[in-house]
Nanobody, 119 residues
């Protein structure tokens, strides 16, 4: 079994910052790409940022404001969110492609972290 546990998030004022963390644990052989998605009620989940083999990808609305990074030794991915805007309000989900110790690849999701940007 593989678990992704998120932490961080919460309430921030417009222009403020928050940091999300997501740690993968369990029967892990290797972790491939890791990323962050977000979802607001009534809309589809959308990509925020991904990182794989050192290459990062960002959605246009967050370019220049958000930064994704990872600690491979800890199987942890981070999302530093700066210059937050009210439209960044959403539930943020961590995602990882994991090969288990049994050699099975799977796509895993965290439980979600609420981010609210409001004055």
């Amino acid at each position: 079994q593989v678990q992704l546990v998120e932490s961080g998030g919460g309430l921030a004022q417009p222009g403020g910052s928050l940091r999300l963390s997501c740690a993968a644990s369990g029967s892990i052989f290797s972790v491939n790409g890791m990323g962050w998605y977000r979802q607001v009620p009534g809309k589809q989940r959308e990509l925020v940022a991904r990182i794989r083999s050192g290459t990062t990808t960002y959605a246009d609305p967050v370019k220049g404001r958000f930064a994704i990074s990872r600690d491979n030794a800890k199987n942890t991915v981070y999302l530093q969110m700066n210059s937050l805007k009210p439209e960044d309000t959403a539930v943020y989900y961590c995602n990882a492609g994991v090969v288990t110790r049994l050699g099975v690849w799977g796509d895993y999701w965290g439980q979600g972290a609420q981010v609210t940007v409001s004055s």
